[in-house]
Structure formats: structure tokens, C-alpha cells
């Protein structure tokens, strides 16, 4: 898990193509991304969206017509 953003001095790409993209929990490598974009899931979902469709499933929330707003998105 790369925290970012990182300090100044630091690369964030660079780091972000250091993490393997099978392990990739946030979805930030630059492969993941990529799939996300052209609408193919990655080896492993982004964990925070991952939760909350697990959440709205388990509690029975219908999602279909529904419109979900992101504040605060990041990449």
C-alpha cells in the first residue's frame, strides 16, 4: 500500500510501478488503472469501493436506476 500523496521530493509513479499489480489494493498502478479505464476488472478491486458494493449487497440495497455521486475523488 502506497500512501500518498508522497513528499515533493519523491516520484510517485516511480513508486507506483514498484507495487506488483496482482497486490495492487488501492488500484493505483498504472495496469490497474488502465483496465479500470477500458472497463476490465484487475487482479484485486480497489478495496475501498470493493466495501461498500460488498456493504449495499449484504444489507440488500437495490442498486439498479440508481446515480451514485464521488466527492473528494481521487485518482
Known amino acids: 500500500l502506497l500512501q500518498l ?5 519523491l516520484d510517485a509513479l516511480e513508486f507506483q510501478l514498484l507495487t506488483d499489480p496482482d497486490k495492487d489494493v488501492d488500484g493505483f498502478h ?6 479500470l479505464t477500458v472497463g476490465q476488472l484487475p487482479a484485486a478491486l480497489p478495496c475501498t ?19 451514485a455521486v464521488v466527492v473528494g475523488r481521487s485518482t
Not at 5 to 9: C, E, F, G, S
Not at 49 to 67: F, N, Q, T, Y
Request: net charge positive; no cysteine.
Open 5 to 9: 500523496p508522497l513528499p515533493d521530493h
Open 49 to 67: 469501493p470493493a466495501g461498500i458494493m460488498w456493504m449495499l449487497d449484504h444489507h440488500h440495497v437495490p442498486l439498479r436506476g440508481r446515480k
Open 30 to 35: 498504472p495496469t490497474n488503472l488502465g483496465l
